[in-house]
T-cell receptor, first 116, second 113 residues
Framework: AQKITQTQPGMFVQEKEAVTLDCTYDTSDPSYGLFWYKQPSSGEMIFLIYQGSYDQQNATEGRYSLNFQKARKSANLVISASQLGDSAMYFCAMSPYSGGYQKVTFGIGTKLQVIP | DVKVTQSSRYLVKRTGEKVFLECVQDMDHENMFWYRQDPGLGLRLIYFSYDVKMKEKGDIPEGYSVSREKKERFSLILESASTNQTSMYLC????????????FGSGTQLSVL
């Protein structure tokens, strides 16, 4: 079984500041993928970033980076230089590599509000 | 552009009705998923399918069934809708195993009265 825990229901950040959204996970699978998705008020789910469990380096995509600490089973999302358009729900997710197919499990999300 | 299309954006049904939610993807993905999204509970996996006619239960399958007769189409069925099934339903598709992102539909807001 796999589980994602996001303990911050809501976060505020000042525009242009950096913010870290927490995510911890639990799985018995030896290899897996970790993801972050953004859901603005429009409801669409937008893929942000991916980290493989065997990747040596932390993933980065523009202003997004994933702070992956395997021993702690954490996969925190860091957003640098926050913009007003970053206000949204953010979901952490994971999927094992085993079994030959995807089974993607999501956390409960964190609502981020960027203050001007 | 890749597309996952859900047949209805809003749906209102009565308790006890049989409800079909349809999802179609045009990316030839082998994996398809149904999630429900509720405030404070995030996205919870109902069922997923990794091939035609193949299905696996997710974390909350009770009260739901699914059908996948063609690769591009994945249907969620509420045999007898209940008020606690009022929710946003999201369909997604993907390919491969753990390392690939999902593509989502725009969601169906179902209200059961």
């Amino acid at each position: 079984a796999q589980k994602i825990t996001q303990t911050q229901p809501g976060m505020f950040v000042q525009e242009k500041e950096a913010v870290t959204l927490d995510c911890t996970y639990d799985t018995s699978d030896p290899s897996y993928g970790l993801f972050w998705y953004k859901q603005p008020s429009s409801g669409e789910m937008i893929f942000l970033i991916y980290q493989g469990s065997y990747d040596q380096q932390n993933a980065t995509e523009g202003r997004y980076s994933l702070n992956f600490q395997k021993a702690r089973k954490s996969a925190n999302l860091v957003i640098s230089a926050s913009q007003l358009g970053d206000s949204a729900m953010y979901f952490c997710a994971m999927s094992p590599y085993s079994g030959g197919y995807q089974k993607v499990t999501f956390g409960i999300g964190t609502k981020l509000q960027v203050i001007p | 552009d890749v597309k996952v299309t859900q047949s209805s954006r809003y749906l209102v049904k009565r308790t006890g009705e049989k409800v079909f939610l349809e999802c179609v993807q045009d990316m030839d993905h082998e994996n398809m998923f149904w999630y429900r999204q509720d405030p404070g509970l995030g996205l919870r996996l109902i069922y997923f399918s990794y091939d035609v006619k193949m299905k696996e239960k997710g974390d909350i399958p009770e009260g739901y069934s699914v059908s996948r007769e063609k690769k591009e189409r994945f249907s969620l069925i509420l045999e007898s809708a209940s008020t606690n099934q009022t929710s946003m339903y999201l369909c997604a598709s993907g390919t491969g195993t753990g390392g690939r992102k999902l593509f989502f539909g725009s969601g169906t807001q179902l209200s059961v009265l």
